[in-house]
């Protein structure tokens, strides 16, 4: 996959480039991270030794310490809650979630504390901790291990979500999500932890709550966040075969929204194809639509659609291909955008 | 209860014996008179109860807990708890007069409260849960303050690390979770080790026991050795759920599952609050914590002004609890002690009749917030889209002093 064109910095002398899976990348972002700040920690569920279960913090622990690479009990309450109270006393904790399905005992902690204690006290408290959270289905798990929680994170006022979905934004997003002073939702496509693209360290990184025109077009705009980026680029590579431009755009901030580029993209094509994993009944892209046509209302030639999992909880794996949104799905959506 | 025997020994006869190489401590079961029984027993304590001051006012000795007191500081104790009591019962009022939407009394849990918020040092922290008015009273917060949360102006307008104590955290059992890991960042930053460090302390009430989060807290705790004391007030009562319904062994008992150490003090003790909290905060301070203390009371009025207590509990009960007040026994001590006269209570007396005089001025003409601050502060830096909600409705709200022609 084509990484996205990063804006570089001039002066840069010689690039520092490697070619690197989106885990790679976030291990190395987190290594970046750690070496900047020595009040930055990683924690959860076997993080330490083997390194998490998709051995994203690989290696972490045996250069930083126990101390700063921390294997937690097994409790995603205690988690997110040690973490609260560390960044209270003025660390920045990196939770891991192990799985998406598993973040729920953590949920209270999540909308009851962390999300509003920088509020409660007026500005007074920063919690600046980050929770990373593989998500998403085509791993072919058992259940709890293939869900798409994001919308209920961007629901809560007071955390900041985003999703990466290839290995420069992997890198730097997670550094940039370290830095930042409020809570973050960190989700990382599971099924995309092992795409690969050049990664150029030494480039200045856009900021981190926007989204990124990823491929110019002007028949239909098509934006994703996470996994459904790819599936959106190879469904744009197959359509212009046949001659159609699709615009695609990740959305990489999901809250708060970044829709400025959408805007602009649907003024010109007139037409939004809305593409992700979630069951769509009050998600991201039923926000994302509302907003669209407040804001493009007149310039609309098609309804809005939407491409994503249905409203059923995550199916059972061998049902799984039917759920999540495909190339040929998308082209499907753009076909009748087309033909309104 | 000094020996808890109906834990461990099989009860020949009864028709749950257990079989023969069963061991006893999994196939005992105490009846729930036994249950009941073991989890009130309060009367001399036994040896488990640690008492300094009964409720008679006699000052008793404990081979373990003894402490020294002044009676200068004795009666320091006294003015703190007749001064939180005096605020406590003007806030019920002020709520019952519709100037706050909802109060959580203290009354009963004043020695519990100022025993542990005394031996706390300016440098500990501390998390409270949302009853915590007389330990937020040691830690200098200003009573104004917790009466803004509850006549609904502010969420806690303190700053939580200048003052070392956290806000108030309304949702059972969260806030012991934040103080482990809080507790863990002291131990991070190494200042746990000698009598010159840092402890944490945490409170809850018995029914949040039943929570999670708070098991978490002593899992978590007791495997990094956090410097943190878990202070439960049982006040038996989770509003109108009773102690057996949450447990059935005493609840400081539960500390040896951890691993640590727990105890049980007589909350209506002042002497032997400060005493045992001292004790604990020394131990977390020297790295030797954990500790669970179970500060044995009792809530004398309501969960909160919305409930009614005499649906669910017996007058009986409740005249029994009145014999353990709190202030009475420092009160009668001080006076066979020849410790403080008749000018000395009136003065406290007065204090508290200002303290509360002021605190009611301060409430009915506590300003209600702007609009535009509920819009402030949700996250570091403001987003494009709350910046928009918010010149969204203070332009309607606008709308609306323009055609009225008056002020907003």
Redesign the interface.
């Known amino acids: 996959m084509a990484a996205p064109t990063m804006d570089r910095d001039t002066e840069t002398t010689v690039p520092k480039t490697q070619k690197v899976t989106i885990g790679k990348a976030l291990n190395l972002g987190l290594r970046a991270a750690m070496e900047a700040d020595p009040k930055v920690l990683v924690m959860g569920e076997d993080v330490g030794k083997l390194g998490g279960v998709f051995r994203v913090t690989d290696g972490l622990q045996k250069d930083f310490g126990e101390q700063r690479v921390i294997d937690t009990p097994l409790a995603e309450s205690g988690i997110i809650g040690t973490a609260i109270g560390l960044a209270l006393r003025g660390y920045r904790p990196v939770c891991e979630i192990q799985f998406d399905g598993f973040i729920f005992p953590g949920f209270d902690q999540i909308v009851s504390q962390l999300a509003k204690l920088h509020y409660r006290s007026r500005g007074q408290l920063k919690i600046p901790v980050v929770v990373r959270v593989p998500f998403g289905g085509g791993i072919g798990a058992v259940e709890h291990h293939s869900e798409s929680p994001e919308s209920y994170f961007a629901h809560t006022a007071g955390l900041k979500v985003v999703a990466c979905s290839n290995p420069v934004d992997a890198y730097w997003m997670i550094q940039q999500a370290i830095r930042c002073d409020d809570p973050v939702l960190f989700f990382e496509p599971k099924q995309r932890y092992h795409e690969k693209a050049e990664l150029d360290t030494t480039v200045t990184p856009g900021p981190l709550f926007a989204s990124r025109v990823l491929r110019k077009g002007s028949s239909v705009t098509v934006a994703a966040y996470g996994p459904t980026v790819k599936t959106c680029l190879d469904a744009a590579a197959a359509a212009a075969e046949e001659g159609l431009e699709l615009e695609v755009i990740d959305l990489r901030a999901l809250s708060p929204l970044d829709l400025g580029p959408v805007f602009e993209s649907v003024r010109r094509t007139g037409r939004l194809v809305l593409v992700s994993e979630a069951p769509p009944e009050a998600s991201i892209t039923s926000e994302i639509t509302t907003r669209v046509q407040e804001e493009c209302f007149y310039s609309l030639e098609a309804p809005i659609l939407r491409v994503t999992g249905f409203d059923t909880p995550y199916p059972a794996s061998k049902l799984e291909d039917d759920f999540l949104p495909d190339l040929d799905r998308v082209l499907h959506a753009v076909e009748r955008s087309l033909g309104w | 209860m000094s020996s808890p025997e109906y834990w461990t020994q099989p009860r020949a006869g009864e028709p749950d014996a257990p079989h023969p190489g069963v061991p006893a401590a999994t196939a005992a079961r105490p009846t729930a008179e036994q249950v009941i029984a073991g989890l009130r027993e309060t009367d001399a304590g036994g040896a488990d109860l640690v008492q300094l001051l009964t409720p008679e006012g006699e000052r008793v000795h404990h081979p373990d807990f003894d402490i020294d007191i002044s009676p200068e500081e004795l009666r320091g104790l006294y003015r703190d708890m007749v001064l939180v009591r005096r605020a406590d019962r003007e806030a019920n009022a002020l709520q019952r007069q519709g100037q706050l939407g909802i109060w959580v009394p203290l009354l009963g849990q004043e020695a519990a409260q100022i025993g542990a918020g005394r031996a706390m040092r300016p440098t500990d922290m501390a998390f409270p849960s949302y009853r915590e008015h007389g330990v937020a009273w040691c830690r200098g917060i200003d009573p104004a303050q917790i009466l803004s949360i509850f006549r609904g102006t ?4 303190w ?3 200048e003052k070392r104590f ?2 108030y ?1 309304i ?1 059972i059992g ?1 806030q ?11 131990k ?2 190494g200042v746990v080790g000698d009598s010159e460090g840092e402890a944490t302390m945490v409170f809850f009430g018995d029914g949040a026991t039943s929570q ?2 708070v098991h ?2 002593m ?2 705790s007791a ?1 990094y050795d956090a410097p943190v004391v878990f202070f439960c007030q049982n006040n038996q009562w989770a509003i109108s759920e009773p102690l057996e319904r949450q447990t059935r062994v005493p609840l400081y008992q539960r500390a040896s599952g951890y691993g640590f150490k727990g105890i049980r003090v007589d909350g209506n003790d002042v002497l032997a609050s400060l005493a045992v909290s001292r004790w604990a905060l020394e131990e977390c301070r020297s790295g030797n914590g954990p500790v669970l203390i179970e500060a044995f009371t009792y809530r004398m009025d309501a969960h909160t002004t919305s409930d009614d207590p005499t649906r669910y509990r017996l007058a009986d009960e409740l005249e029994m609890w009145k014999l353990k007040d709190p202030i009475e026994r420092v009160k009668v001590y001080l006076v066979h002690q020849q410790w403080a006269d008749a000018e000395f209570f009136e003065a406290v007396q007065a204090e508290a009749d200002e303290l509360a005089a002021q605190l009611r001025e301060t409430c009915v003409n506590m300003p209600d917030p702007a609009p535009a601050q509920m819009f ?6 403001q ?3 709350l910046d928009k909600q918010r010149a969204d409705y203070l332009s309607y709200l606008d709308g609306f002093a323009t055609t009225a022609g008056g002020e907003r």
């Open positions: 502010d969420h806690g307008g700053n939580p690390l956290h806000l955290t949702v969260n012991c979770l934040n103080a482990t890991g809080y507790a863990m960042g002291q991070f930053d999670g989060d978490e807290a899992v978590w495997v402030e502060h949700v996250y570091s830096e987003t494009a889209q």
